[in-house]
């Protein structure tokens, strides 16, 4: 039985982003993503004018005459959505947790896509992969991918983002767009999201917390380690202690930057303490320009 507090947490999450596609974000997903992908419709004899890129030539050496390929704009969508649930997602130092963050964002993107008949799927991962939820279409649907992403209890704690971009490449045969949505607090990856990005149209939905780039001034304190458990204590009064911690993130942050910029990726990034309807407008502005 799911608990109450959260279906009514899934029902404020669906009203609230019902109400910012249509009022603020109308349009933008269709002119980003609908009419992008294309798929093989047939092979037929070249006539004068054709595109001499599209000249198939495996055909054409077969039957001696030049034939080209014709392509059909992909009326619809696969939108899967990768979710870290690992247990640094439950973290979360001003009004909410990355995971509700996540959820989200995904509710907003899931709501255009299947406004646009369009299917959504969803993969639950940590340091294995622990759901996977088949592409669907309709509001339902929608709900459920929602519900999933904060009412699933995973059994790891770890983070293994390339395990679970694997999993996708075996289980979704077409192309797809698909939204790594993580602090990609990981290592290991980046291979795994060439490859993926090869195939599919992936965009980097990356999630961060303010603590996590920057310590208070509040003395002596306790930090844990949400996927290993460890406990150190932190002199947080120090400002060699604080200076050197921004420092770190500094370089984790340029490190993922870089990753994703040799891997080809997109990047949404996400904050908890920030809007992320600004994010999302920004990032389907920017699409649209480089598809211009």
Same mark, same amino acid.
């Given at each position: 039985?799911?608990?109450?507090?959260?279906?009514?947490?899934?029902?404020?999450?669906?009203i609230?982003?019902?109400?910012?596609?249509?009022?603020?974000?109308?349009?933008?997903y269709?002119?980003?993503?609908?009419?992008? *992908?294309? $798929?093989?419709? $047939?092979?037929?004899?070249?006539?004068?004018?054709?595109?001499?890129?599209?000249?198939?030539? &495996?055909?054409?050496?077969r039957?001696?005459?030049p034939? /080209?390929?014709?392509?059909? $704009?992909?009326?619809?969508?696969?939108?899967?959505?990768?979710?870290?649930?690992?247990?640094?997602?439950?973290?979360?130092? %001003?009004?909410?947790?990355?995971?509700?963050?996540?959820?989200?964002?995904?509710?907003?993107?899931?709501?255009?896509?299947?406004?646009?008949?369009?299917?959504?799927?969803?993969?639950?991962?940590?340091?294995?992969?622990?759901?996977?939820?088949?592409?669907?279409? *309709?509001?339902?649907?929608?709900s459920? %991918? /929602?519900?999933?992403?904060?009412?699933?209890?995973?059994?790891?704690?770890?983070?293994?983002?390339?395990?679970?971009?694997?999993f996708? &490449?075996?289980?979704?045969?077409?192309?797809?767009?698909?939204? %790594?949505?993580?602090?990609?607090?990981?290592? *290991?990856?980046?291979?795994?999201?060439?490859?993926? &990005?090869?195939?599919?149209?992936?965009?980097?939905?990356?999630?961060?917390?303010?603590?996590?780039?920057?310590l208070?001034?509040?003395?002596?304190?306790? %930090?844990?380690?949400?996927?290993?458990?460890?406990?150190?204590?932190?002199?947080? *009064?120090?400002?060699?202690?604080?200076?050197?911690?921004?420092?770190?993130?500094r $370089?984790?942050?340029?490190?993922?930057?870089?990753?994703?910029?040799?891997?080809?990726?997109?990047?949404?990034?996400?904050?908890?303490?920030?809007?992320?309807?600004d994010?999302?407008?920004?990032?389907?502005?920017?699409?649209?320009r480089?598809?211009?």
């Open positions: 039985m799911i608990p109450a507090e959260v279906m009514a947490q899934v029902r404020r999450i669906q609230r982003t019902k109400r910012v596609v249509n009022s603020q974000l109308a349009g933008q269709e002119s980003v993503f609908k009419g992008q *992908g294309m $798929e093989f419709k $047939e092979v037929r004899a070249y006539v004068p004018g054709d595109d001499v890129r599209a000249i198939d030539w &495996n055909v054409t050496a039957t001696g005459h034939h /080209v390929k014709v392509m059909a $704009e992909e009326r619809e969508l696969t939108v899967m959505f990768l979710v870290d649930a690992s247990a640094s997602g439950r973290f979360g130092s %001003v009004s909410r947790f990355k995971i509700e963050a996540a959820a989200e964002l995904c509710a907003v993107l899931a709501f255009s896509a299947i406004q646009h008949s369009d299917k959504v799927g969803l993969i639950i991962f940590t340091d294995d992969v622990e759901l996977f939820v088949r592409p669907r279409k *309709g509001r339902k649907h929608l459920r %991918v /929602v519900r999933e992403i904060l009412y699933l209890e995973p059994k790891g704690r770890g983070t293994d983002i390339a395990r679970a971009l694997d996708l &490449n075996n289980v979704i045969r077409g192309r797809a767009v698909v939204f %790594v949505v993580s602090d990609f607090m990981a290592v *290991g990856y980046e291979t795994a999201l060439c490859m993926a &990005n090869r195939r599919h149209d992936v965009i980097a939905a990356a999630i961060a917390d303010p603590r996590e780039e920057v208070p001034n509040a003395g002596l304190i306790a %930090v844990c380690d949400a996927e290993t458990g460890r406990e150190t204590l932190v002199d947080t *009064g120090d400002a060699v202690v604080r200076a050197a911690y921004a420092q770190a993130a $370089e984790r942050a340029e490190e993922r930057s870089d990753i994703f910029r040799r891997a080809r990726v997109d990047v949404l990034s996400i904050r908890t303490d920030r809007s992320y309807v994010e999302i407008y920004r990032f389907f502005r920017m699409r649209e480089r598809l211009a």
